[in-house]
């Protein structure tokens, strides 16, 4: 009956909207499926190799993302995006892009590797203040190198919509590459995990590049140094470069400070955190592509404004759904990560960080509003205010630990996206009922309400009929947020 109650439900949306659908899917499901994988691997490894190394790990992993954000995010957004737009409608115009993106990228990703393999003993003794790892920042910068190739292959992949095959690939990659990880983490520890990362990422890397030569000659196309148009993409990386120098600046300084002032048991603990973080918020940013093909697809459709609101709230569930039980049951994370270091602050610490994931998730609608309608330079702006308040607080505190630290960025977030938010109705990127309907609103209280509970409240059987009543409460919510007609007055 379910089946049937969804299917007609499913026969009633647009075209648009059923491509999102379908999308979405193949990417939720390789994304969880390898994301639930990698999560038991990290909970391995961090029993096995200890906190202290898994700090370690953790800024050796933070640096080489910040450098990796700084040599591919913007470029592979609009790569995404581009081709996309004009794959049946320019192949003139799609092998200039490809050419341009992939040749960039690879000069790119060659000097950010060298930079990082020759700066790595500056940014361990005198930023972190660990001069111990210097020589495993060294091999961080070959891992670099396959990270920044890998994240590039996949946006041009992406552009193509190949969202099932990339599935399959993301699924096979797990698979060969967790045995790696538990047998080198248990015979080298630090060192053995991060050649298993390596491991990842090279392979990663060579499936890629055999799908996209693949595509290129399925499509008609080719891969020409001759084609190089700086100028046919220099607009829309721009702004994307610089919001994504700022956040991933922010957070790398952040986390050093709390590396140096605290110490790697300290970062340990933040690791483990925001590595059940990250599987929350892959899944927002791996349903990125499918919006962006399909909005610049079904360009006449932008003004469908349930699609918009589609947009807003598939990310928005997907984070009040996995973060909720997690904030209910805080000291859940101890007992995955096997430590008996738990109190009252690191409790708190967690809940301020899953409230700012699910407020993360609600914006990443709001972000693809910007890229599609090229309001970029509005969403620099943003982030640079939110930049200033993460660090403002965190100075301000005094007190560079996990707890100001997690603070700090729910304030940070929060704020950022009350003091923006007329911004977004004001040019109609929003519409008044997605953020002000009844229905909207309950779920914000529910959000911060669990927080609450989750603290509180010790008795387990109070906290699961919580749950269940609260699913049952958002699923009409949701229901209704999904059906509301758009009215922006």
């Known amino acids: 009956m379910l089946n049937k109650y969804l299917k007609n439900i499913y026969l009633t949306f647009d075209d648009s909207i059923k491509e999102i659908i379908k999308s979405v899917f193949w990417v939720s499901l390789g994304d969880i499926l390898t994301r639930g994988i990698q999560f038991l691997i990290w909970i391995y490894v961090a029993r096995i190799i200890g906190q202290s190394d898994f700090g370690s790990f953790g800024i050796i992993r933070s640096t080489i993302f910040m450098f990796m954000v700084f040599s ?107 045995p790696v990880y538990i047998i080198l983490s248990f015979k080298f520890g630090l060192i053995g995990t991060l050649i298993a990362f390596l491991f990842n990422y090279v392979l990663s890397t060579l499936l890629y590049l055999f799908f996209f030569f693949v595509l290129l000659r399925r499509n008609g196309l080719r891969l020409l140094f001759k084609k190089i148009n700086f100028l046919l993409i220099s607009k829309f990386i721009l702004p994307l470069f610089l919001s994504t120098i700022i956040v991933s600046l922010t957070k790398w300084i952040s986390e050093s400070l709390l590396v140096s002032k605290s110490g790697l048991f300290e970062n340990g603990l933040y690791t483990e955190i925001i590595t059940i973080q990250a599987m929350v918020l892959s899944l927002g940013t791996f349903i990125d592509s499918p919006f962006l093909t399909t909005f610049t697809r079904w360009t006449n459709d932008f003004n469908n404004r349930r699609l918009i609101n589609l947009n807003i709230i598939i990310p928005w569930l997907f984070g009040l759904l996995f973060c909720l039980p997690i904030m209910l049951f805080p000291n859940i994370i101890s007992e995955l990560f096997n430590h008996k270091f738990e109190n009252n602050k690191f409790l708190i610490s967690i809940e301020f960080l899953f409230l700012s994931t699910i407020i993360i998730m609600y914006k990443q609608g709001l972000s693809r509003i910007l890229i599609i309608k090229n309001y970029q330079w509005f969403g620099l702006i943003s982030n640079f205010t939110w930049a200033l308040i993460l660090l403002l607080f965190f100075f301000l505190s005094n007190v560079f630990n996990l707890y100001s630290l997690t603070i700090s960025f729910f304030l940070a977030y929060f704020i950022t996206t009350i003091l923006f938010m007329p911004y977004y109705i004001k040019h109609k990127l929003v519409t008044k009922n997605i953020i002000f309907s009844r229905s909207s609103l309950t779920a914000w209280f529910i959000t911060f309400l669990t927080s609450f509970i989750g603290l509180l409240v010790k008795s387990f059987i109070i906290k699961i009929l919580y749950l269940f009543f609260v699913i049952y409460i958002l699923f009409f919510c949701f229901k209704n947020l999904l059906t509301l007609e758009s009215k922006n007055e």
Request: hydrophobic share 45%; proline share 0%; glycine share 2%.
């Open 72 to 178: 591919g995010y913007s470029l592979s957004v609009t790569s995404t995006k581009l081709i996309s737009e004009y794959l049946h409608l320019d192949k003139n115009k799609v092998t200039s892009i490809i050419s341009t993106s992939f040749y960039l990228s690879l000069l790119i990703s060659l000097i950010s590797s060298l930079t990082f393999f020759v700066i790595s003993k500056k940014l361990a003794i005198n930023i972190v203040n660990q001069s111990n790892i210097d020589y495993y920042s060294r091999l961080g910068a070959f891992i670099l190198f396959f990270i920044c190739i890998n994240s590039n292959l996949l946006s041009i992949i992406q552009g193509f919509r190949e969202y099932k095959k990339n599935t399959i690939f993301n699924i096979v990659i797990t698979l060969v590459s967790s």
